[in-house]
């Protein structure tokens, strides 16, 4: 018993290769790289962080300073260390262009990257 025919497997091949295009282009497109991070604690933003190119730092805020991030000199931000049991925040990952977010819910951490453009098809928050 054969698991796929050979056009079962061209319709496969080729569905996922528009997807990897669609998504492609999306990202070279429509992804802006973000000027700004905003750190959201309990939903109400606490910093607003500029994101540029040349400066290197690390930094927690005063409401979860058992949370660090790191600033990148490439202009990304990341979660570098938590005291939470699972590490999702921190596998996250850097975040630079706009639209990207990473949350550390145990913490009630939550950093969303926006242009500063204004846009108004951008969303503020996700509440929760």
Same mark, same amino acid.
Do not use: A, E, W
């Given at each position: 018993?054969?698991?796929a025919k050979k056009t079962d497997m061209l319709i496969i091949a080729s569905i996922v290769?528009?997807?990897v295009v669609f998504w492609l %282009? @999306?990202?070279?497109?429509y992804a802006k790289p973000g000027k700004y991070a905003e750190i959201y604690h309990n939903s109400q933003q606490v910093k607003k962080v500029e994101l540029q190119s040349g400066s290197e730092y690390v930094f927690s805020v005063?409401?979860?300073p058992e949370v660090v991030?790191? %600033? @990148?000199?490439?202009?990304s931000i990341a979660f570098l260390s938590s005291d939470c049991p699972d590490k999702v925040c921190i596998r996250a990952g850097r975040l630079s262009r706009a639209g990207q977010y990473a949350a550390?819910?145990?913490?009630?951490?939550?950093?969303?990257?926006?242009?500063?453009d204004g846009d108004p098809g951008e969303a503020d928050i996700i509440i929760g």
């Open positions: 018993m054969k698991f290769l528009f997807c %282009v @999306y990202r070279g497109v005063p409401q979860s991030f790191r %600033v @990148y000199s490439d202009g550390c819910l145990p913490n009630r951490l939550y950093i969303k990257i926006v242009s500063g």
